[in-house]
Nanobody
Framework: VQLQASGGGLVQGGTSLRLSCAAS????????MAWFRQAPGKEREFVAA????????TYTDSVKGRFAISRDNAKNTVYLQMSGLKPEDTAVYYC?????????????????WGRGTQVTVSS
């Protein structure tokens, strides 16, 4: 099983970035996919989730209206489009996969994790 996150970088506040997470080694289309993030000195937090068919999306309040999660089951890839980036969005972003009936903010409910990609937003 592998989840490979990419697309992070150093950007200025107010700009956009798209993260990708390519999955392999499991039946991607059966899994709920999520993005979490961990800022320096803070615990990992839930960012967004999308159900296996892509019809249901959930976001943490701080990113609603700015971030959009999507998936392409044909490519075994989940995306996180981030717009209006703020310095407080600076974190390592992780993708996760879980055999869940609905989104969960609890990281221990997810089965597989990627290694993360760093996003740094300057003011």
């Amino acid at each position: 099983v592998q989840l490979q996150a990419s697309g992070g970088g150093l950007v200025q506040g107010g700009t956009s970035l798209r993260l990708s997470c390519a999955a392999s080694g499991f039946t991607f289309s059966s899994y709920l996919m999520a993005w979490f993030r961990q800022a320096p000195g803070k615990e990992r937090e839930f960012v967004a989730a999308i159900n296996w068919r892509g019809f249901s999306r959930t976001y943490t309040d701080s990113v609603k209206g700015r971030f959009a999660i999507s998936r392409d089951n044909a490519k075994n890839t989940v995306y996180l489009q981030m717009s209006g980036l703020k310095p407080e969005d600076t974190a390592v972003y992780y993708c996760a996969a879980g055999l869940l009936t609905g989104p969960s903010p609890l990281d221990d409910e997810y089965d597989y994790w990627g290694r993360g990609t760093q996003v740094t937003v300057s003011s």
